[in-house]
C-alpha cells in the first residue's frame, strides 16, 4: 500500500555547527588568498552584482558561507558569477573577488 | 583636620597623577587625593596597550617618576565624602580648602555576572576581557585545568549597548581591546582559533583599523557578526555558544575552550552623590556632563569643578592623559581670576 503523502516533512536544522564542520578547505582557501578574511561584510559586491540583478546570487553571503564550513551548494551558486569584475572595482578592502570565485569553484569542486 | 590649597584632584588615576603634575609644574599647591593605597588606578591591571602594544607599566612609570619631580601632596586610602568647588571632605575627617576641584574618578568596571546568560562566576572558563589581561601578565593563558585554549570566542558589548543593563551607551574601547587581545592570544598560543563575536566593530582611532587587518589577515582571527546568546557548559569544563552569523543569515553554534566577556564602562556610583552635593549635571549614563562637548569639555555646569578623563564618557589612556592638561590649565586660569 502507498504511504499517503500529507505534504509534511521534517525540516533540516538551519544551524551552522561549528564543530561539525570541517574547516580544512575553507582554512586552504585562506592561506592561499589571506585577503578574503579582511571582507568587512558591506554588500558592495553584491549590491553592484550583474548577476544578483537578475538571481538570488549573493557573493558576500557565499564565501561567508564557505569561510564557516557550509560548502553545500556554493559551487552552483558560484557558477552563477560571469566575471565581470565590477565588485572587484567596488570592494572598499581591494579584495580580489574574481581569484575569490575562482579560487573557491576550484578547491571545493562541485561539492 | 584641616588643609588649604589651590586645587583638589580626586582621583589618582593617569587622568588625576597627570593633571597634578601639571598643576604643580605651573606653581600652583595641589592635592591628589586616592582612595586606593596605590597610585595608577585601571592601569595597572592592563598588560600592554592598543593599538602600539606599549607596556601598561612603562605609562605608568613614567607619570610616576613626573609626579616625583612635582611637589603634589598624595592622600592616599582616602575616599572623598563630600566634595563643592571649595571643600572637599574625606572619610577620615579631613577637610580640604581649596579654590577649584579637578575631578578625575574615572569609571567602574561592568559587572558580568549581571548578564547571567553567559555564566560568569558559574561556568569555569567564562572569564572577563580583564581576567585576560592578569593572565597576559602572567604569561600563560589556560583554562581551569590547566590546559592552553584550543578554541577561544571573545564576546564584544558585554555591558554595553544593552538596555536590559541600563547601559545604552557604547564603552568605545572594548571594540579595539578585543583585537589586540585576540592578537595576544595568536601571539602566545600560534596553534589556537579565535573567533570575535562583534555587533559593529568601531576602530575610531589612529592606527586601530590597520589593527584590526592586522587581525583578520595575518593572524587569521574570525570576526562573525552577532552577539552571543548564551552559553552553556559542556562536560570537561567546555562551553557551547550560540549566535546567530548575521552575515549568513543563519543561528550558530559552536563549542569553545573559553569564552571571554569584554565587559564595558560604568558610571560609578559615587557621580550621582556628587551630583546631587554640588549640582553637577548627568548624561543619561550616569557619567557627568561637560559644560559644553567642543568648547570647554573640561568645564562643567558649576564653576570651579573640572573634568579629566573617563569621568565623563569611556576614553583611551592617551585622552584621558591630553584631558588633564586641558582641565588642569583651565583650573588654573579659574583660580588666577
Not at chain 1, 570541517?22 to 585562506?30: A, G, P
Not at chain 2, 596605590?38 to 602600539?52: A, M, Q, T
Not at chain 2, 578625575?104 to 561556568?123: H, Q, S, V
Not at chain 2, 569564552?259 to 557627568?288: C, D, H, R, W, Y
Request: glycine content about 8%; overall charge positive; aromatic content about 6%.
Amino acid at each position: 500500500m502507498a504511504v499517503k503523502n500529507f505534504g509534511f516533512s521534517i525540516s533540516r536544522p538551519r544551524t551552522i555547527d561549528m564543530d561539525k564542520n570541517n574547516l580544512r578547505k575553507s582554512n586552504e582557501i585562506l592561506r592561499e588568498l589571506p585577503e578574503l578574511q579582511a571582507c568587512i561584510g558591506c554588500g558592495s559586491c553584491t549590491a553592484s552584482c550583474s548577476a544578483g540583478l537578475l538571481t538570488q546570487f549573493n557573493f558576500r553571503k557565499m564565501h561567508t558561507l564557505v569561510r564557516r564550513g557550509e560548502y553545500e551548494g556554493v559551487y552552483k551558486e558560484l557558477s552563477k558569477c560571469m566575471l565581470c569584475g565590477k565588485c572587484r572595482m567596488v570592494c572598499p578592502r581591494n579584495i580580489n573577488t574574481r581569484k575569490v570565485v575562482l579560487l573557491i569553484k576550484r578547491t571545493l569542486g562541485d561539492f | 583636620m584641616i588643609m588649604q590649597t589651590d586645587v583638589v584632584v580626586v582621583g589618582g588615576g593617569v587622568a588625576g597623577i597627570k593633571a597634578a603634575c601639571e598643576l604643580c609644574q605651573a606653581g600652583s599647591k595641589c592635592v591628589l587625593v586616592e582612595r586606593d593605597s596605590v597610585l595608577g588606578g585601571k592601569l595597572r591591571g592592563w598588560h600592554k596597550l592598543f593599538p602600539s602594544f606599549t607596556s601598561s607599566s612603562d605609562v605608568i612609570e613614567e607619570l610616576l617618576n613626573e609626579l616625583k619631580q612635582s611637589n603634589v601632596e598624595c592622600l592616599l586610602g582616602s575616599e572623598v565624602v563630600y566634595i563643592s568647588s571649595t571643600l572637599c571632605r574625606l572619610a577620615s575627617g579631613t577637610e580640604i580648602q581649596c579654590r577649584a576641584v579637578i575631578l578625575a574618578t574615572g569609571y567602574n568596571l561592568f559587572d558580568a555576572r549581571i548578564k547571567e546568560e553567559y555564566g560568569y562566576g558559574i561556568y569555569d572558563n567564562v572569564i572577563t576581557s580583564v581576567d585576560l589581561e592578569r593572565m597576559f601578565h602572567t604569561g600563560t593563558i589556560s583554562t581551569l585545568s590547566g590546559a592552553a585554549p584550543e578554541k577561544v570566542a571573545i564576546l564584544h558589548c558585554v555591558g554595553s549597548r544593552d538596555e536590559k543593563v541600563c547601559q545604552r551607551h557604547c564603552s568605545k574601547v572594548c571594540c579595539i581591546t578585543a583585537v589586540k587581545q585576540a592578537i595576544e592570544i595568536k601571539k602566545m598560543l600560534p596553534n589556537s582559533e579565535v573567533f570575535n563575536f562583534y555587533m559593529d566593530m568601531r576602530m575610531f582611532g589612529p592606527g586601530y583599523e590597520e589593527l584590526y587587518l592586522t587581525a583578520q589577515k595575518q593572524y587569521n582571527v574570525h570576526f562573525i557578526r552577532g552577539r552571543i546568546s548564551e552559553a552553556a557548559q559542556l562536560p570537561k569544563g567546555r562551553l557551547q555558544i550560540k549566535a546567530e552569523d548575521t552575515l549568513t543569515a543563519r543561528p550558530l553554534i559552536m563549542s569553545v575552550d573559553m569564552l571571554v566577556l569584554m565587559v564595558g564602562m560604568k558610571a560609578p556610583k559615587q557621580n550621582a552623590l556628587f551630583a546631587l552635593a554640588t549640582g553637577l549635571e548627568l548624561q543619561p549614563s550616569g557619567f557627568i556632563s561637560s559644560k559644553d562637548l567642543f568648547l570647554e569639555a573640561v568645564l562643567t555646569s558649576v564653576p570651579g569643578i573640572f573634568v579629566a578623563g573617563t569621568v565623563t564618557a569611556p576614553k583611551t589612556i592617551g585622552e584621558s592623559i591630553s584631558e588633564a592638561t586641558m582641565a588642569s590649565r583651565a583650573a588654573l586660569k579659574f583660580i588666577e581670576g
